[in-house]
């Protein structure tokens, strides 16, 4: 009889088996499992994000229930208790960079020529609750959080980091690898002065929302031309200065738009852009909402309060894992044509797994 791959094993063809065992090897991952290899448990974490699997026991129940399609994904049969070691000592560097191979990939696949360079950056709670003990909490929620940067024109996530949920997000978004001529958009929670100038120096923009006890003074203002965008109306558009003993820290030109939304809400952006027009700004801030729908898929889909593991490195390896299972859904849904929307797409593919 022909054989006819899973639904599984053609979401993973993208998966380059070579450069991932290189990725291993770098990181020594198959020292301590070598009956459980790295490829074996990429597998089986994928099929637990698909699959909805909340239980060590009912993922093995369901993997081996599977067992005629193991050869030809080059992985076997599955031991709960050999799955639980390898959560607690496998690096967590083997899935990070076996993601941004993937996510390199998508982005190829998703790439729009003249795009402009857009970065959207946010970060999300991941609730863990007192089961882990040893979460720290922000006052709000004891558990980890996710940073993201996002690139709204390959539908993709291209940069992820995992914190404890006391981290401030600006201490994060000073790590990342600026890239010039990109806008990077974010809310207030990103305000560093000192971030905002390499911002500039390196030659791309920012867009966000000052804080409440940002003192800006007026240089000049700037005619609007066509007020009304879409669901929104630029009221001012003007050129300003830190006007706080921090000048210094803050050497560039800054320009404030108040956009008045559609609800009445008002509210207040800033930007190092000079040169895009006022409605141009206001509406790639408000484009920030496609980021949440990332947020939601992982909401909707990852199983936050049923984590395979209790401790630090199972979590991390989980959520990476959940991360290169929606990055392997886009691939597969462009490589398709598939055009309804990524929430819908995971529910299907996670019947017909």
């Not at 993201?148 to 978004?173: H, K």
């Not at 000192?194 to 390196?202: F, K, L, N, Q």
């Not at 630029?234 to 803050?250: Q, Y």
């Not at 030109?253 to 027009?277: A, F, M």
Request: charged share 25%.
């Amino acid at each position: 009889m022909r054989f006819k791959p899973s639904i599984l094993g053609k979401l993973v063809e993208p998966i380059n088996r070579r450069r991932f065992q290189a990725t291993v090897d770098s990181h020594d991952g198959d020292a301590y499992d070598k009956s459980f290899h790295s490829w074996d448990h990429l597998m089986v974490l994928i099929y637990a994000q698909l699959s909805g699997a909340d239980s060590l026991r009912g993922l093995e129940a369901g993997w081996n229930a599977n067992c005629q399609h193991h050869y030809h994904l080059g992985s076997g049969w599955l031991s709960r208790s050999t799955l639980s070691d390898a959560n607690r000592r496998r690096p967590v560097g083997v899935f990070a960079e076996t993601f941004d191979l993937i996510v390199n990939q998508l982005d190829r696949h998703m790439r729009r020529e003249g795009a402009a360079m857009l970065r959207l950056i946010d970060s999300t709670p991941i609730p863990l609750g007192k089961i882990c003990g040893w979460a720290k909490s922000n006052g709000r929620i004891r558990g980890m959080k996710l940073h993201v940067v996002y690139d709204p024109n390959s539908d993709c996530p291209r940069v992820l980091d995992i914190t404890d949920a006391n981290v401030n997000d600006a201490q994060i978004g000073r790590t990342i690898t600026i890239e010039t001529g990109a806008t990077y958009v974010f809310d207030k929670g990103y305000c560093h002065y000192g971030w905002w100038t390499a911002i500039a120096g390196a030659g791309a923009f920012f867009v966000t929302r000052p804080k409440s006890n940002m003192g800006l003074k007026l240089v000049c203002d700037r005619r609007v031309a066509a007020p009304h965008g879409d669901g929104f109306t630029v009221i001012e558009d003007t050129e300003v200065s830190l006007a706080s003993k921090g000048d210094s820290k803050l050497p560039i030109r800054l320009r404030r738009l108040i956009v008045k939304r559609q609800d009445g809400e008002t509210i207040t952006l800033v930007t190092n852009d000079l040169e895009r027009s006022a409605i141009e700004i206001a509406a790639v801030y408000k484009g920030r909402w496609q980021i949440e729908l990332l947020f939601r898929w992982i909401k909707q889909h990852l199983k936050i309060r049923k984590f395979l593991g209790t401790n630090d490195n199972a979590i991390r390896l989980q959520l990476f894992a959940a991360m290169i299972a929606y990055a392997l859904l886009r691939i597969a849904a462009r490589a398709g044509r598939i055009a309804m929307p990524i929430l819908r797409f995971t529910d299907l593919v996670s019947q017909c797994l």
